[in-house]
């Protein structure tokens, strides 16, 4: 019995060892592929150095911009925790570089240009609400929750662990010692800075950081006309909130200000007025008039940070975001001249080369593509903030889904723009070169997805007008512009979002975005095309003191 209990024991061991050594080759396979897929994700992101001519600073500038970096890398600490957690607990438990290095693009384990998909095992979906609220939190119980500032742009909800009561806590206390520590940095760069203006911003934004009150300085940073150096910092964009869209994450960007590139642009702010009233909508949803102190300027970006840096860059700011600074003194719009030409660059021209009809290539500019992104930027500054039937303003209406209908105003009204000022004869080139490079700017943006409210905002405005008939897609798999339709559909998509935003119509815009910003089965496979060509979705960085030559 022993002899045959021995015997069986025996070949168990041998069929365990031939299964161990069966299965070795599998696991090698699948972490193969792993790291191949990793190299793949990565490819979809060009690799720019961010760079500026410094040879028209001064040497207290050049000395100031190391302090504005190191205050803006300290962004990237904060938005991991907004957006995650503990970072360095999850880098821990990685050991492949391309994976470690998938994750810092990310801030995160969620690939944020494929509806935030997982693409670490276990890791389980991506909390809507970010890492703002608590992970078992519902909606019902924060509606019911009684505090004056839950739906604060700059508070942490979190709950109790003895009692399971919900309870907020303000930024500036969740991040004191790193925040302090910004704080100082500004005020040392504030300490060199030679433009009043620019001084004045620094120390009470510095200020603004250790109590969250952000009026004063964004109201000094809107003064601010003659500065050659900018930083703009802070909690800022409620992107990454999209459970009720309430929470700002923190940021930066640090910049030098393209004076002569700027001087040609001011002209523009003073045609707003104009715009507003010219706006295609019942006077009732254009009945407010945004400040006159806008401002329009050219920008090379040499740093960002925190939400800034997270997934797809953006290549154009307008802010700040508060309606009653915007109402007194209008906004400021920032063009990222560097990163914008890499973006036309890199990802424009080889999308244009695939997917638009080959009689219409001659109208994809660089030009056009400025011009479309300088007046989305415009177009955040017109329309309305406060709906007309006493639901607040148009952001605590819409909640959630604020941002993407902002963003899809933006684009469409800033096309309405051009348009306006080319008729005028205040734009240059022929209107093909705006339509045509418009079109083409939608298979660039559409590719953030739906995690992206830049994303869903061209998923809503491709459907629209491919309803429209504003574009045709040809028996070659390429895409030719219907000039006239697109003129039509973008004044029909115009009225559309305004009245949206204007009623304050939560269900509607609900239902555009259920049924409009989706990627059908044909546009898929489109591009799949531009992956196929290793056309990069979008761009990350070399950036930072070094780059730039300079010394801490």
Known sequence: MKIKLIFLLTL?????????RARAPKNQVTETNIKTEMKKKLNAYATVKLTAD???????????????????????????????????????????????????????????????????SGVGEKSLGANFYPQDMQKKEFEAFKSKDKASLYTFVRRNEDTGTLFTVPYYQMFDVQLKQVAGLLSQ???????????????????????DRYYE??????????????????????????????????????????????????????????????????????????????????????????QANSGGK???????????VQLKKGSRRLQLKNAMQAKFDKIMVPIANLLIANDQQQYIKFDAFFANTMFHEVAHGLGIKNTINGKG???????????????????????????????????????????????????????????DAHGIANMVRFNFFKQANAFTR??????????????LAMKDLSQLILSLQGNGDFEGVAQLVKTKG???????????????????????????????????
């Not at 059908?520 to 950036?543: C, G, H, M, Y």
């Open 12 to 20: 168990i061991m041998v069929y365990s060892c031939k299964t161990d």
């Open 54 to 120: 410094l040879s028209v600073l001064s040497e207290n500038q050049k000395k100031m911009i190391p302090l504005l970096i190191q205050a803006a890398d300290r962004m990237n600490e904060l938005y991991w925790i907004e957006t995650y957690g503990d970072k360095r607990a999850l880098l821990d438990k990685i050991y492949e570089k391309e994976t470690k290095d998938f994750i810092e693009i990310n801030y995160g384990p969620w690939d944020r240009l494929n509806d935030n998909k997982p693409f670490i």
């Open 314 to 324: 953006t290549i154009a700011i307008n802010l700040p975001n508060d309606e009653n």
């Open 474 to 487: 040809n028996l070659d798999g390429t895409y030719s512009v219907n000039y006239e339709n697109m003129g």
């Open 217 to 306: 300085s964004d109201m000094a940073w809107m003064d601010m006309k003659t500065n050659q150096l900018d930083i703009v910092i802070g909690p800022i964009e409620t992107y990454e909130d999209q459970l009720f869209g309430y929470k700002a994450g923190h940021e930066a960007y640090v910049l030098i200000k393209d004076m002569e590139w700027s001087k040609k642009l001011s002209h523009f702010i003073s045609f707003l007025p104009e715009l507003q009233t010219n706006l295609p909508v019942d006077s009732i949803y254009k009945k407010e008039t945004a400040g006159t102190n806008s401002d329009l300027n050219a920008y090379d970006v040499v740093y960002y940070a925190g």
């Open 518 to 552: 989706i990627i059908d089965t044909q546009l898929q496979k489109d591009l799949d095309r531009l992956s196929d060509a290793n056309i990069p979705v979008d761009v990350i960085f070399e950036q930072g003191i070094e780059q730039l030559g300079l010394k801490k």
């Open 189 to 211: 760069a504030a300490v060199l800075a030679e433009d009043a203006g620019l001084k004045k911003y620094l120390y009470l934004r510095a200020k603004a950081l250790l109590n």
């Open 393 to 451: 303003t148009v952001r605590e209406a819409l909640k959630q889904y604020y941002s993407a209908l902002e963003e899809g105003k933006a684009d469409i009204l800033g096309l309405y723009m051009v348009q306006q000022l080319h008729d005028k004869g205040e734009l240059s080139g022929d209107m093909k070169d705006y339509m045509t490079t418009f079109l083409a700017s939608i298979f660039r943006s559409v590719r953030f997805g739906a995690a």
